[in-house]
C-alpha cells in the first residue's frame, strides 16, 4: 500500500496471548497495538519519548474513538498503521488503522493528544519540534471526538473492584492501556463477552489511575441503541468515587 | 544457528506491553512466549492443540524451571527457542530459550508436560501421533525438575486478593499463565520488583484457576539463601484455602 508523509505501517503476528477464548483480539490488546504503532512511527522519526520529554513534557490521550469492522485472529499477519491527520496549537489528532494484507479494514481508531508539560502539570503548546516532523496538516478547525454519555444517577450499575498491580505499569511508566478496557469489559461477565461483539467505542481518560489504587468499574445493563440498532453498554472507572474515565460501548450478537 | 531436528526457533520484536516500566521483559510474558513458540512448533509439525484433542486429550504442563541471565528490552529482536527434549510414558520434556542474534542467552527455561485424557480426567500414556513429529528421544529416565519449596505454617507472609477476569483467558480457554506470575509477584510490592530482578524461579501448577474465582496470592518476605546468594521468595497460590499453583523465586539487586 502506497503511504502518505504522514502515515506509517508495521507488520505484525497476531499471538494467543493477545487474544480472547473465541481466538480474536481483545480490545484492550487493540490498543496496545495501535499505541506500539505510533511509537514505532515516532522513534523512525527520532521524535520519541525521550525527545518528547526533553521538550519539557509528554503526550497524553485524551479521548480514542474505535470503530470495528472484525478483528484479526490467532497467528495472523497484519499491518498496524497510524496518521499523524492534523493538529493546532494544543491539540493533535491522530488515527490508526488494522488491516490485513488485502486490504480489509478490521479496526479504525482515532486519538486525540495533548502535550502535557512537566512544570505546569497542564496542557501546553504543541512544541513545533515534536509535531513538525509528522508531516502532520495544521488547521484552525481539529476534528472533534464524541465524549462519552455519563451514566445517569436512576440507571442500574453492575459493579466490580479491580486493584492495579505492578505489573500493569508498562516500559511508558503509567498504567497500560489495555487494562483500563480489561476493568470496563470484565464487568459485563463471561456470557454477555462471549455473545457480543464491540463494534465501537468512545473513551474519554479525565484522570490518571496509578499503582496500588483500587478502581471500581462501572456498567450500565445493555440497553438497545435506536440510533444504530446496536445494545448500549456505558462504564465509568473511579478511584475513591473520582471520576478517572467514562466510556461509552456499543454491541452486536457474535452469531 | 543450526537446529536439530526436534527444535525450533522463531523471531521475535519485543513490544512496550511485554515490558516492565523500566522497559524489561516481565516474567509473565516471558513465559507467553515460550509458549508462543512451541505452539508454533507443534503447528508447524501440524500437531497443534486440535490435533492433541483429537487424540482424546490435551497437554497440561505440571512444572517450569526458569533460569535467567538477564531479560531483553523493548523494540529487541529477539529469537524464541523451544527442544522437545525427551519423553517416556506419561512425561515430555521440553526446553525453551531465548537469545539475541550473537546467541547471547537471555533466559532458559525447562517444562514438564503430561497428557490429559478428556474422558478419565486424568493422566493417560501419551499418544504416539503427537509425539513422534516432533523427533524427541524416547528415555527410560526423564529428567526431573525440582518442586519448589512449600511456605512453612511459621513464615511470615504478604497476602492479596485478586479476581480471575474474563480477559484473563486466552484463546487457550485457560487462565494465561502470565497472570499468575503477575499475581504471585506482585504481593512483594512496588518497591522491591523494582530494586530486584528475578534470576530463577520454580513453578509447580497442581490445580487449575477458572474464571470469576478470588485468588489469594501468598509470598513470604524474602531471605538469603546460603546455597547460591540469592534473596528467595516463596509463593503459594490459593482458592477457598486450595493450593492451585506453588513457586520458589531467587532474586539479585537490580544495580
Known amino acids: 500500500m502506497k503511504l502518505a508523509p504522514n502515515e506509517f505501517e508495521m507488520e505484525h503476528q497476531i499471538t494467543y496471548y493477545e487474544?480472547?477464548?473465541a481466538g480474536v483480539v481483545t480490545p484492550g490488546m487493540l490498543i496496545n497495538m495501535i499505541v506500539l504503532v505510533s511509537e514505532r512511527q515516532s522513534d523512525a522519526l527520532k521524535i520519541g519519548t525521550q525527545v518528547v520529554n526533553d521538550n519539557g513534557g509528554g503526550w497524553v490521550?485524551?479521548?480514542y474513538e474505535i470503530n470495528i469492522t472484525d478483528l484479526p485472529k490467532i497467528d495472523e499477519t497484519v499491518f498496524l498503521g497510524t496518521r499523524a491527520t492534523s493538529y493546532n496549537r494544543y491539540f493533535a489528532f491522530r488515527e490508526f488503522w488494522v488491516r490485513d494484507q488485502s486490504s480489509h479494514k478490521y479496526a479504525h481508531v482515532a486519538g486525540m493528544f495533548v502535550f502535557m508539560e512537566f512544570a505546569?502539570?497542564?496542557m501546553a503548546k504543541i512544541p513545533a519540534a515534536i509535531i513538525d516532523p509528522y508531516h502532520s496538516t495544521e488547521v484552525k478547525r481539529i476534528p472533534r471526538i464524541k465524549n462519552p454519555a455519563a451514566i445517569d444517577t436512576d440507571e442500574a450499575i453492575s459493579t466490580n473492584q479491580y486493584r492495579v498491580r505492578y505489573f500493569d505499569i508498562d516500559s511508558n511508566r503509567h498504567v497500560n492501556n489495555a487494562h483500563y478496557f480489561d476493568w470496563m469489559l470484565d464487568v459485563l461477565g463471561a456470557e454477555f463477552l462471549k455473545t457480543h461483539m464491540l463494534k465501537k467505542m468512545n473513551i474519554k481518560?479525565?484522570?490518571e489511575v496509578r499503582y496500588g489504587q483500587m478502581v471500581n468499574s462501572l456498567a450500565t445493563a445493555p440497553e438497545q441503541d435506536e440510533t444504530n440498532g446496536y445494545l448500549?453498554?456505558?462504564h465509568e472507572i473511579k478511584v475513591d468515587?473520582?471520576?478517572?474515565?467514562q466510556a461509552n460501548c456499543w454491541w452486536i450478537d457474535r452469531s
Not at 241 to 245: A, I, N, R
Open 232 to 234: 448500549m453498554t456505558k
Open 19 to 21: 487474544c480472547d477464548p
Open 241 to 245: 468515587e473520582v471520576l478517572t474515565t
Open 61 to 63: 490521550i485524551t479521548n
Open 205 to 207: 481518560y479525565a484522570r
Open 120 to 122: 505546569s502539570r497542564k
